[in-house]
């Protein structure tokens, strides 16, 4: 008999459904705050101050994640061929890491860009920046952020499509991670 417990913890769940949302939330005020006119300049702000905030929450929230995984293991999952489970884990560390990288791709973006517009949490918090503004810096990092971005969202989205298949041929997917 297995010593794995048969769900993740209730911080563990909590913290998942927190960084999806939190992940979604950071991709729309992407779009929304790249569209919106310059002669909009207060809800632009806003929108790339709220943009910033949140995608840092999720840099915080995904720290909190790994460091609870590696307190606790993983709960068994039972119904999954050893394919299957190997190509999901593989999927899942894909995420982690972009989760982290996406975050601090888009810190480094904000501080290289032309024009000192300072980070915060809330408009509260100040970010510090370790880069001065620099034209070819942000050049470079803008679209590595943007597509490490995407890449995100989308394996997110096929994440998401996977949980419910599973969930449908009976494998006890949200039973595991039910909020
Ligand atoms: C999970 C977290 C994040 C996601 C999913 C995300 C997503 C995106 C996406 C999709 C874009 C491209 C928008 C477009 O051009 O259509 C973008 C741009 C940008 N993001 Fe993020 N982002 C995240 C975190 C952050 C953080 C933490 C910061 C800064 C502290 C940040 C700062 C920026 C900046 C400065 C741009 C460039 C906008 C421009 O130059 O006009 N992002 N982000």
Do not use: C
Not at 14 to 29: D, E, I, K, N, P
Request: hydrophobic share 60%.
């Amino acid at each position: 008999m297995s010593d794995a417990p048969d769900r993740w913890s209730l911080a563990q769940r909590r913290l998942h459904w927190w960084s999806a949302a939190l992940v979604v939330l950071t991709g729309v005020l992407a779009v929304l705050m790249v569209w919106l006119p310059f002669s909009e300049m207060l809800a632009k702000f806003l929108a790339y101050q709220l943009h910033k905030t949140f995608g840092l929450l999720v840099f915080s929230v995904v720290l909190a994640r790994l460091a609870l995984r590696a307190l606790r293991p993983a709960p068994a999952l039972e119904g999954l061929s050893p394919g299957v489970l190997r190509l999901a884990g593989i999927g899942q560390a894909g995420m982690y890491a972009l989760l982290l990288a996406v975050p601090v791709l888009g810190w480094l973006t904000a501080q290289a860009a032309a024009g000192p517009v300072p980070t915060t949490i809330f408009l509260v918090i100040p970010v510090p920046h370790v880069l001065d503004p620099n034209p070819a810096l942000y050049a470079w990092l803008r679209p590595l952020h943007q597509v490490a971005a995407y890449t995100l969202l989308g394996l997110a989205a096929v994440h998401a499509a996977l949980a419910v298949k599973h969930h449908r041929q009976g494998v006890p997917v949200f039973r595991r991670m039910g909020w």
